[in-house]
């Protein structure tokens, strides 16, 4: 995984925009805190006295003394459906060399029950450049595209927060998006729907699971985990447990998201994105349902981490140091935004830095103060094993 400096230079430099309109002409180009929930309807607030019990909600405190619950009544949408239908979304597509999904992954998209988007796809320099000519779109919507290619390859983290940072023009919301994946058809709407619960100076990230598919996307290999624990920065710390492929989220959440990162490296924009939102008291919804299909091949960069051999990998990478090596890129970021982080999560950074350098009697006292967890079972005993090791 290669780690993005973030400069202002990254966004402009050796760009050459193009908009591709249905009339074939080339108009000028406009690129001018944590609660959660699981989702099985819109979520709502009530009291944090009301903490659930039930095995199908996920919630959290917020620093105001509220929660969400996954069951609302129909009064407590602040928005209606009407209203909903018209937040605008701009989707940041990170393309490579993937011409052979690319026409599947846009037509998901333009499938979408929310209309009002727009998709900007960002080639990162790929060794046959895009092309859009001779695809033929459902409901020929290739007004809705941008095109912008990169002079050179800087990899995907860099390709991502660049390209979210160019996006000037006014939207409501974000979404960032894979060029192989297939979309499920009420993606946007489930996840504009529990956002819209949220204040919109308020930044607020939502993540989903996905559907594992195979290289053709017609036979379902398996589901991402189901996770159970709460989203916090207490878990992000050494967990990111939202795939950027499923990430939507508000505009508070993407002006946090970028100008955190500006003059600093991170390890990846997804990873980065559900630490600073969460550290910075921000709104973290996780959804238990799948939102798309995630088609395993040949050329994934990530790929599904579902396996016993994916996780063997994760130990052996945690054994040869690998998770340190990020984990000192993340802390150094974090370290130089600790302002706009709460006071709790400020202590938790704190600890967390600290027990890195302790010696293991220490060490362990600190890890348990810090709070920091996993949200599996095996993932905590590999997180244990790391800290009696010194490799986290």
Excluded at 64 to 83: F, G, K, L, Q
Excluded at 181 to 208: F, G, M, Q, V
Aim: hydrophobic fraction near 35%; charge should be positive; glycine fraction near 6%.
């Amino acid at each position: 995984m290669k780690p993005y400096h973030f400069t202002p230079e990254n966004i402009e430099a050796k760009h050459r925009l193009h908009t591709i309109s249905e009339n074939g002409e080339q108009p000028k180009a406009s690129l001018n805190s944590l609660g959660c929930t699981t989702l099985n309807a819109p979520p709502r607030l009530v009291d944090c006295g009301k903490q659930s019990a039930s095995a199908e909600r996920l919630t959290t405190c917020l620093p105001r003394s509220m929660y969400y619950d996954a069951h609302p009544r129909s009064h407590d949408i602040r928005n209606s459906e009407s209203t909903l239908r018209k937040k605008r979304v701009a989707i940041i597509l990170g393309y490579f060399n993937g011409q052979s999904y690319i026409k599947e992954q846009l037509n998901s998209i333009f499938r979408q029950t929310h209309k009002e988007l727009h998709v900007f796809i960002f080639d990162d320099a790929s060794k046959t450049p895009i092309s859009l000519d001779g695809l033929i779109f459902d409901q020929h919507p290739t007004s809705k595209i941008t095109l912008t290619t990169s002079g050179d390859n800087v990899g995907f983290t860099s390709n991502f927060l660049g390209g979210l940072a160019s996006i000037h023009t006014e939207f409501e919301y974000f979404a960032f998006a894979d060029q192989d994946d297939i979309w499920h058809n009420d993606k946007l709407d489930r996840a504009i729907k529990a956002l819209e619960t949220i204040p919109s100076d308020t930044p607020a990230l939502y993540c989903a699971r996905t559907e594992i598919a195979d290289a053709i996307c017609m036979q379902t290999l398996g589901y991402s985990p189901r996770f159970n624990k709460p989203p916090s920065f207490a878990n992000a710390l050494v967990q990111n447990i939202g795939g950027g492929n499923t990430m939507v989220f508000n505009r508070a959440a993407r002006d946090l998201i970028i100008n955190a990162a500006v003059d600093k490296t991170v390890v990846s924009h997804d990873w980065w994105s559900y630490q600073i939102v969460s550290g910075a008291g921000g709104c973290v919804v996780y959804d238990p349902e799948p939102c798309l299909k995630y088609r395993q091949h040949e050329h994934n960069i990530v790929g599904a981490n579902t396996s016993w051999r994916a996780r063997f990998l994760r130990i052996r990478g945690l054994l040869q140091g690998r998770f340190r090596a990020w984990n000192d890129i993340n802390l150094k970021a974090l370290s130089e935004h600790s302002h706009v982080l709460t006071a709790d999560n400020r202590k938790i950074l704190s600890d967390f830095i600290e027990a890195r350098q302790s010696s293991l009697i220490k060490r362990l006292f600190l890890f348990k103060r810090s709070g920091i967890y996993r949200q599996t079972l095996f993932g905590n005993l590999g997180l244990l094993l790391g800290i009696i090791l010194n490799k986290v």
